[in-house]
């Protein structure tokens, strides 16, 4: 199975600051075929199910706020939101689909400062 | 727009089986893979397994013995059938569309699902 590994597992961070949670992989997620790493990250806030915001590692999700992006390639991910707002405290996970059993992060818990 | 809505027993003895199905309402059924996830609590996510519209299913190895999920694509809906459940089965079940090498776009809106003598 690929483990997948976040961190920091919390952070908090002030309104309007920059919040940057990494995710590693235990094996690249990268298909040379077609250059797309296949990695996803969700936000899940209390009683909510969780909520897909970027998908092939960098691909924001229609309606999710242009404050979220992700970055990285191969083993190296990276979900930034650039101006925390009181709406983004909740967890967020990691998740590759590359290879089943698709694996998710141990998630970030994202608080205010 | 499109939604999941599942059910399902919600309080089991050990030794029992989990049954939860979930509907979809809204796009293709046929083009997608449908999924479940769980959630024990306080605790992170683990994908159960999938299955696609033809019946073609793919299992988490660490539930596959126990574990089988069907699909009925006349009503476009598929369900989840875990046996012999223990207290360590006691999580949030959600069903999801995804799977297949994609991202889980749409989620159910969860079944706490717990085992208790």
């Known amino acids: 199975d690929i483990v997948m590994t976040q961190s920091p597992d919390s952070l908090a961070v002030s309104l309007g600051e920059r919040a940057t949670i990494n995710c590693k992989s235990s094996?690249?997620?990268?298909?040379?075929?077609?250059?797309?790493?296949?990695v996803g990250w969700y936000q899940q806030k209390p009683g909510q199910p969780p909520k897909l915001v970027i998908y092939?590692?960098?691909n924001r999700e229609s309606g999710v706020p242009d404050r979220f992006s992700g970055s990285g390639s191969g083993t190296d991910f990276t979900l930034t939101i650039s101006s925390l707002q009181a709406e983004d405290v909740a967890l967020y996970y990691c998740?590759?689909?590359?290879?089943?059993?698709?694996?998710f992060g141990q998630g970030t818990r994202v608080e205010i400062k | 727009q499109v939604q999941l809505k599942q059910w399902g027993a919600g309080l089991l003895k050990p030794s029992e089986t989990l049954s939860l199905t979930c509907a979809v309402y809204?796009?293709?059924?046929?083009?997608?893979?449908w999924s479940w996830i769980r959630q024990p609590p306080g605790k992170g996510l683990e994908w159960i397994g999938e299955?696609?519209?033809?019946?073609?299913?793919d299992y988490n190895p660490s539930l596959k013995s126990r574990v089988t999920i069907s699909v009925d694509t006349s009503k476009k809906q598929f369900s989840l059938n875990l046996n012999s459940v223990t207290a360590a089965d006691t999580a949030l079940y959600y069903c999801?569309?995804?799977?297949?090498?994609?991202?889980?776009?749409?989620w159910g809106q969860g079944t706490l699902v717990t085992v208790s003598s």
């Open positions: 809204g796009g293709s059924f046929i083009d997608y893979h």
């Open positions: 999801a569309r995804g799977g297949g090498k994609s991202s889980l776009r749409y």
């Open positions: 092939w590692a960098s």
């Open positions: 998740q590759q689909y590359y290879s089943s059993p698709w694996t």
């Open positions: 299955i696609y519209h033809t019946g073609t299913t």
């Open positions: 094996q690249s997620v990268l298909y040379s075929s077609n250059d797309k790493n296949y």
